[in-house]
């Protein structure tokens, strides 16, 4: 069992915007601004979206961006494109040294 | 250009064990901490562990799910990262992965593309 919860899956038309929910506790999200957020296309492996909440990695698209309230993070993805769609984690340090993801969503670009 | 690559993984039997290795390249290894993951057919990411880099001790975290079956450990003089796997189960075939951790922040900005192991009699 997944230590953050995520939509299963999330759909959106291409240039529209959608988010994507990542909800925690008062213990791991809501106690740190340390949740990351990875895309990961089949087959592949993950690739580092944003780190910090909100902060994006040198070569990332500006359509992504993060957020964070309480113990619920986001991911929003603006002017969706069709190469956007791939599977989503969120990843958080959950306290005691230990980390955990999201279960993971699955965006579909229609 | 900085690059990790994991290797070891294959077929064994329940019971057995599995020593996989992630060989890092591009950077200076030893600073490092470094992460293992893995993710069964279908399923979703699962973080194993990580080891500290030798400016933070090398010591180790485990997933309670592996904790006592799983061991991490490093040879900075080769920049290699291993992952000890012993009394494999089935749940355990999965593809597993390494990752480079920004220590502090906890992100993995650097990921192998992993090696599957398949746990089978």
């Known amino acids: 069992q997944s230590a953050l919860t995520q939509p299963a899956s999330v759909s959106g038309s291409p240039g529209q915007s959608i988010t994507i929910s990542c909800t925690g506790t008062?213990?791991?999200?809501?106690?740190?601004?340390?949740v990351s957020w990875y895309q990961q296309h089949p087959g592949k492996a993950p690739k580092l979206m944003i780190y910090?909440?909100?902060r994006r990695p040198s070569g990332v698209s500006n359509r992504f961006s993060g957020s964070k309230s309480g113990n619920t993070a986001s991911l929003t993805i603006s002017g969706l494109q069709a190469e956007d769609e791939a599977d989503y984690y969120c990843?958080?340090?959950?306290?005691?040294?230990?980390?955990?993801f999201g279960g993971g969503t699955k965006l579909t670009v229609l | 250009e900085v690059q990790l690559v994991e290797s070891g993984g294959g077929l064994v039997q329940p019971g057995r064990s599995l020593r996989l290795s992630c060989t890092g390249s591009?950077?200076?290894?030893?600073?490092?901490?470094m992460s293992w993951f893995r993710q069964a057919p279908g399923k979703g990411l699962e973080w194993v562990g990580f080891?500290?880099?030798?400016?933070?001790?090398?010591?180790?975290e485990y997933a309670a799910s592996v904790k006592g079956r799983f061991t991490i450990s490093r040879d900075d003089s080769k920049t290699i990262a291993y992952l000890q796997m012993n009394s494999l189960k089935t749940e355990d075939a999965a593809v597993y992965y390494c990752?480079?951790?920004?220590?502090?922040?906890?992100?993995?900005?650097?990921w192998g593309k992993g090696t599957t192991v398949t746990v089978s009699s």
């Open positions: 008062s213990s791991d999200v809501g106690s740190y601004n340390l």
């Open positions: 990752g480079r951790v920004e220590w502090g922040s906890y992100y993995l900005d650097v």
């Open positions: 910090e909440v909100s």
């Open positions: 080891i500290r880099g030798k400016p933070y001790g090398g010591t180790t």
């Open positions: 990843f958080s340090y959950a306290g005691s040294s230990t980390l955990g």
């Open positions: 591009g950077f200076t290894f030893g600073d490092y901490a």
